[in-house]
């Protein structure tokens, strides 16, 4: 059997995967095992889980693939430098011994991570080539059209390429540095929030605002091409050289510094964040368009960071050309290692792909999972008071009870998920109908700004009641943004928000599910089946049952600045240290009040563990 070992590290979003036969057995991020959000180091940690999955050393490994090759990468550095030296020298003083001590002695330092027990061969891959591949093999299509955009790889910041059976081939490219993902990362950064983070909450944020700044963004930030390539002008930003995203002659244009993290969000913050996504969503549907026109396919894949602009995906597939899409849930760097051990699998070792009933990753369950006996032994080490639930059906009627009557219940069954959204793996869940829930989980229990939304999981089979989600399509990774249908808006309400200023908004009841619908009436869809997550699907169809209603508010487990929670250590800190009510981890149910409560320093020592995001 053969065995490769995929990796991404050294940026951001550490992650490791693992095939056999190509088969995907196991896949995870460094940080949810580090706790360190965004963990760039070396996955130790991840590919130890890998191993282990498989029942593997690294003795046992034929192949090992990293998602990109440093030394062109390293070429882009000095390049870059010599075009703009002597700017940006401190930043490339600082850069340059870390780059001759290791980064461009990966083999040697990966034989040192891997014990020394690894013997076969390194095979490096370019950093969009891996995205295009995590995007097509594990896809449910024969043959698509592939789009790749993220912030820069070596060269390449984004790719149209075509896909078919076990074959990829990039066709057209758009270079470093005229980048659409460091454009919005511009923005994330002007407009105060952490870049490589915060983009998700500048996307959160557009909703509230008008594009009054698109056309100026347009006029002298970006220049875009019918075909979605773009030509950006340098003297506006200063990832070149500088240790900022902008530079002085953007903060003249738009008449202001940055905002301060942490400062009060101003309708203004909301025009420059509503701004950049059209720009955004111009360009990606550009793009779209013109991998249609190459590839003249039905079917469109997607991967790299800017995928994960579920607003983007969803007007793609609602006016683009494309009958199916498929985003990969890991679609950022992580992703790059399923990516690279697949470019090693299929093109090095020149495998077929295996027939497999839609995509192959299986949910994106492919992180670690622990025995009730497991848990149990942690619940009772930690003090614990939990109630064994031997039935499923009792335990989804408990739970569904709870739910009902307003409980915010932490949902930890099965594997974890690969990718940044949780899928019903490490979720806390709400009652939708109620308008308090978002509130209440932003509040109490996330410790973050309240204008961001949730994310519905609803059941596969009663997603076209709720949402205009075009084709009858899928929306497993919750990677689509669809209207909420006008039969569930509430009458009015658009008026009554019409005279409200940004985050007020909020205030106003949109629909029969406020707690997951946007101030645009949007939501970020999650379509459950049984096949993907059985539980999950049971659970949420005996909510129906009870309450008319399909779907849960789903969003991820963890507090704000926390990676999603991994063990049920991490959860059982994460429900002890908030406001949730309940906490489910496999068969054993704990309640709040009968828990013995954290003391106020331990709480804030908790919340004072995670960077803030
Ligand atoms: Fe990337």
């Known amino acids: 059997m053969s065995a490769i070992l995929g990796l991404s590290a050294f940026y951001h979003d550490s992650a490791a995967v693992l095939l056999q036969d190509g088969r995907i057995v196991a896949a995870a991020q460094e940080e949810r095992f580090t706790r360190r959000k965004h963990d760039h180091h070396f996955p130790q940690h991840a590919v130890a889980y890998c191993l282990q999955e498989a029942g593997l050393t690294a003795t046992d490994l034929d192949h090992v ?168 002008d340098q003297e506006y930003f200063n990832y070149c050289g500088g240790v900022t995203m902008t530079s002085d002659k953007f903060h003249r244009l738009f008449g202001a510094p940055p905002r301060d993290p942490e400062s009060l969000l101003t309708q203004r913050d909301m025009d420059l964040a509503a701004s950049v996504q059209a720009v955004c969503e111009e360009v990606m549907l550009k793009c779209a368009r013109h991998a249609h026109a190459l590839t003249k396919s039905r079917n469109l894949v997607m991967a790299g960071g800017v995928a994960l602009n579920c607003v983007g995906n969803g007007r793609i597939l609602r006016e683009g050309p494309f009958e199916n899409i498929w985003i990969q849930p890991a679609a950022g760097d992580a992703g790059g290692a399923l990516g690279a051990a697949q470019i090693a699998w299929h093109h090095v070792l020149r495998q077929p792909r295996a027939a497999e009933a839609g995509d192959s990753l299986r949910g994106s369950y492919l992180g670690p999972s622990f025995s009730n006996e497991d848990i149990r032994h942690t619940l009772t080490a930690r003090k614990a008071v939990y109630h064994r639930q031997d039935s499923e059906s009792c335990l989804l009627d408990r739970v569904v009870e709870l739910l009902l009557a307003g409980n915010v219940v932490g949902w930890f069954q099965g594997r974890m998920e690969f990718g940044p959204r949780a899928l019903g793996g490490r979720s806390i869940l709400g009652d939708p109908r109620s308008p308090k829930t978002q509130q209440v989980i932003n509040v109490k229990i996330k410790f973050r700004e309240s204008f961001r939304p949730f994310a519905p999981s609803v059941l596969r089979e009663h997603c076209q009641e709720y949402f205009d989600l075009p084709h009858d399509a899928d929306s497993p990774y919750m990677l689509l943004v669809a209207p909420v249908r006008e039969e569930h808006r509430l009458p009015g309400s658009a008026d009554r928000m019409s005279g409200l200023q940004g985050i007020d908004k909020l205030n106003v009841q949109r629909s029969s599910v406020p707690s997951v619908t946007h101030v645009d009436y949007s939501a970020r869809i999650q379509t459950v089946t049984p096949e993907a997550n059985g539980r999950y699907y049971r659970l949420i169809k005996r909510f129906y049952e009870r309450s008319g209603c399909p779907m849960l508010v789903n969003t991820s487990f963890n507090i704000r600045g926390e990676p999603i929670v991994c063990t049920p250590d991490d959860a059982l800190r994460c429900f002890l240290g908030t406001g949730m009510d309940a906490l489910v981890i496999e068969d054993s149910l704990l309640l709040k009040p009968e828990q013995q409560a954290l003391g106020d320093s331990d709480v804030a020592g908790y919340k004072r563990s995670f960077a803030l995001d």
Do not use: C
């Open 65 to 232: 693939a990293f998602y990109d090759r440093p030394r062109a990468k390293f070429s882009r550095l000095i390049e870059t430098f010599t075009a703009i030296a002597p700017r940006g020298f401190g930043t490339y003083a600082k850069a340059l011994p870390l780059w001759m001590k290791s980064k461009l002695h990966l083999p040697r330092e990966f034989d040192r991570a891997l014990g020394g027990q690894y013997r076969g061969r390194y095979i490096f891959t370019d950093h969009h080539e891996a995205h295009a591949a995590s995007a097509f093999f594990p896809s449910p299509f024969d043959e698509a059209a592939i789009l790749t955009l993220d912030g820069a790889g070596e060269w390449s910041t984004a790719t149209i390429g075509h896909g078919r059976g076990s074959r990829i081939a990039l066709s057209r490219e758009i270079r470093f540095p005229h980048s659409l993902g460091l454009l919005y990362s511009a923005f994330t950064y002007y407009t105060g929030f952490r870049v490589n983070s915060g983009e998700y909450k500048v996307m959160g944020l557009a909703p509230y605002g008008e594009p009054r700044f698109a056309a100026m963004i347009r006029e002298h930030l970006i220049h875009i091409q019918d075909d979605g390539s773009f030509w950006m």
